[in-house]
């Protein structure tokens, strides 16, 4: 069983998640304070980014934000690796 707000296969909780690529496409840097490896978060990046392409069609012009809220409703999980 997976504690509320929490996504299947992920030890993070989605508001962090959430946050965590926030301050990435605001700054353009990881924001260290969330306790997440930079790798982690990378992860959670480059999986936000192909399901964006995948789903959203490669010329998707909106920001990574918009296509993360677009994803929600389509896959659930938009940092999902194994779709």
């Not at 992920?10 to 260290?32: D, E, F, M, Q, Y």
Request: with cysteine; net charge positive.
């Amino acid at each position: 069983m997976r504690p509320f707000g929490y996504w299947p296969r992920h030890h993070a909780p989605v508001r962090l998640i959430v946050k965590s690529l926030c301050h990435r496409a605001l700054h353009g840097v990881w924001n260290k304070p969330f306790g997440f490896s930079r790798q982690r978060q990378d992860h959670w990046l480059r999986a936000l980014k192909k399901n964006i392409q995948a789903f959203l069609g490669m010329s998707y012009e909106g920001s990574l934000m918009t296509g993360f809220h677009e994803l929600v409703p389509v896959l659930g999980v938009p940092v999902l690796r194994t779709v």
